[in-house]
């Protein structure tokens, strides 16, 4: 246990240093304006497998708590030109505070109730800030970016290292939860809500915990989008292509290891980027879609699945 | 600016709006409501029918509402494949359905819309027919005749389905699968291949529905997203599976909606189904004729 948690720690603070030493040598911003993206995804897909792989819980408001990150963001900028740090802290508040109050208001619902009131959330939303003039309303609203900090030489370079800190943040949070008893707690709620109450597991609380610790991990991951992207409007920041692709990257990968997700949007994720720049994006989704269905169908587990089996057939193998 | 006239023109224009919305919910209360399956996809089938009949009004000219009959052998096809494909994947293994299977019909519905997308193009379409594009006065109100149109094969399309449920032997199977699957089993029936009928049936009826779609306004091929709420709205209101309370149901949001559309305006109209929703889950989660 305590290795691994050396391993885990070095691991996180090598890739830091990494993308740190890439930001100072490659000149060319492309590469960071496409990393980003996929930076992006893992935090969110890490994120969505705390409720929705370890509890169980299939979260389709992905989106409401991305644009809800990106439009606080967009709200302090204009309000007081808060910097980007405040944003995304601000920013994961209000996503906690959203996620406990579906928590609170999804208590009775379970399965697929539960996935169409986080919809239903998403919708409100997005119609609530569509007709919101102060930040834009349906139009949008372009933004300024800031001068960037020192040791970055560009924006989205910056950028592209607070997502990375994001992630390891995301991911550090997600693995502690696993390895504890809020994980395994949420592990026995997924398998049988009833039986888990009946224990002494405190479902409610653990599954309002879960519900914040989500939430506010998807909003600040979706509040550097606004800067990253210098616009936003309520219909690209709610989309409910967010909540397909997290959906299928999380499923993908496999949701009973954090690993699954990371794995899921680094696959998932370069691919849309390559086919977004090589055919189209519509082609994109297409993929996505198809993806999701095979792997559902076939892979029930997720690649995470599909490698432990290979690893089980060779120790029986050797044996 | 407060207006009896304004307030009575909504309502029966709600009261038009809601049997429709009756007809388009009414696939999803049998196949989620009665049959437990999580279809996700209903409305983007219901979208997908709407362009199929847009096809076929656009290269041979037939009536809408005949091409919507014609295409829903089709669906029934399309929801005989579906079933069986949700049932050797998911229902027959049993394990971890939940997650897999919303997933799984959330998936079909994305790959559905991207495939329209790509067909159709991103535009607006709509179809011609004798009826579209004039409307009656009476009084002071001015009622579009596509709209009496597609209120008037709605309420007929939901009359005919409840005495479809409720008279005939097959329909009679249909809600015994639904009550009793294990029972039913007994009596030497089989339950998932009434099953199968049944999901093929409310895929049909999705196909007369799409025609109604794009009878009452152009289609979009994202326009499933906001009758994911309609539907969903309708058939948990409803209680599920009963046919009369997805009529009454879908009068309400109907009306609810025409209200707020005159009232203050097209922009908050989508939020009107999901908030109905939402309340009805948190509150009531049974509906208004619950089992």
Redesign the interface.
């Known amino acids: 246990m305590h290795r691994s948690n050396i391993a885990f720690w070095t691991g996180a603070a090598v890739f830091l240093a990494a993308v740190f030493v890439l930001t100072r040598t490659i000149g060319n911003e492309y590469p960071f304006f496409a990393g980003y993206v996929i930076l992006q995804f893992v935090v969110l897909s890490v994120a969505w497998s705390i409720l ?1 792989g370890y509890a ?1 819980y ?1 979260n ?1 408001g992905t989106n409401a708590f991305f644009g809800v990150g990106v439009y606080t963001a967009v709200l302090l900028v204009e309000a007081f030109g808060a910097p980007l740090g405040v944003q995304i802290a601000v920013a994961a508040l209000v996503g906690s505070l959203l996620g406990l109050g579906v928590g609170l ?2 208590m ?6 539960f ?3 986080t ?3 998403a ?2 939303i997005e ?2 800030v ?2 919101w003039r102060f930040v834009g309303g ?1 139009a949008g609203i372009q933004l300024q970016r800031p001068p960037v900090t020192p040791p970055f030489d560009s924006y989205v370079k910056m950028l592209f290292f607070v997502q990375a800190l994001l992630v390891v943040i995301a991911v550090a949070t997600t693995r502690s939860i696993q390895n504890s008893r809020i994980g395994r707690g949420l592990q026995a709620l997924r398998d049988d809500e009833l039986a888990a109450e009946c224990t002494g597991v405190p479902t409610l609380r653990l599954k309002l915990l879960a519900c914040a610790i989500s939430g506010a991990l998807i909003s600040a991951g979706g509040a550097p989008a606004a800067m990253y992207l210098q616009y936003a409007d309520p219909s690209s920041a709610f989309n ?1 292509n967010y909540s ?1 692709s997290v ?2 990257m999380s ?1 993908i990968g496999g949701t009973s290891h954090w690993v699954g997700p990371v794995l899921g949007a680094i696959l998932l994720g370069v691919t849309q980027q390559l086919l977004a720049v090589t055919i189209s994006s ?2 994109n ?2 993929v ?3 993806m ?2 095979l792997f ?2 076939a892979a ?1 587990k997720g690649i995470i699945g599909l490698l432990r089996r290979q690893s089980s057939l060779r120790a029986k193998d050797r044996s | 600016m407060f207006s009896w006239d304004l307030l009575l023109g909504a309502v029966v224009l709600g009261v038009l709006l809601g049997c429709f919305y009756a007809a388009v919910s009414v696939g999803l209360s049998i196949a ?1 409501g009665l049959l437990d399956v ?1 279809q ?1 996809a209903h409305p983007a089938f219901l979208v997908l029918a709407s362009y199929g009949v847009y096809l076929l009004n656009d290269r041979f000219e037939i009536d809408p509402l005949l091409a919507g009959l014609l295409i829903a052998p089709l669906f029934f096809l399309l929801g005989l494949v579906t079933y069986r ?1 949700y049932y050797e ?1 998911f229902e027959r293994r049993g ?2 359905a ?3 299977g ?3 019909f ?3 519905a ?2 559905v ?3 329209i ?2 067909q159709f193009g991103v535009d607006q379409r709509s179809v011609s027919a004798s009826y579209i594009g004039k409307a009656w006065r009476i009084w002071n109100m001015r009622i579009p005749i596509r709209q009496l149109v597609a209120f008037a094969v709605a309420l007929l399309l939901t009359v005919s389905l409840a005495a479809y449920l409720s008279k005939t032997f097959m329909g009679r199977a249909i809600r015994a699968v639904a009550q009793d699957e294990e029972g039913l089993r007994l009596m030497g029936a089989n339950p998932v291949w009434i099953k199968q009928f049944a999901f093929g049936i409310a895929t049909a009826v999705v196909a007369v529905a799409g025609a109604l779609l794009i009878i009452i306004a152009p289609v979009e091929p994202t326009l499933d ?2 009758y ?2 309609r539907t ?1 709205c309708v058939v ?1 209101m409803a209680g599920l599976g009963s046919i009369t309370g997805t009529l009454m149901a879908a009068i309400i949001l109907g009306v609810a909606e025409s209200i707020v559309l005159t009232m203050f305006g097209a ?2 109209a ?2 009107i189904s ?2 109905l ?2 309340g009805v ?2 509150v009531r ?1 049974q509906g208004l004729l619950g089992r």
């Open positions: 929705g169980g299939v389709f208001l999804t009775r619902m379970r399965g697929i109730f996935s169409i009131a919809i239903a959330l919708i409100i119609t609530s569509t007709n349906a409910l397909v959906l299928a499923l519509e082609v989704v297409l996505l879609g198809i999701l269905v559902v169908v029930p | 989620f999580p996700v494909l994947t394990s971890d939940g997650v897999r919303i997933a799984f959330f998936g079909i994305f790959i819309e991207v495939l997308i790509l997203r906001v994911i709420g969903f948990v922009s908050w989508p939020a999901f908030a929703l939402l889950l948190a989660p």
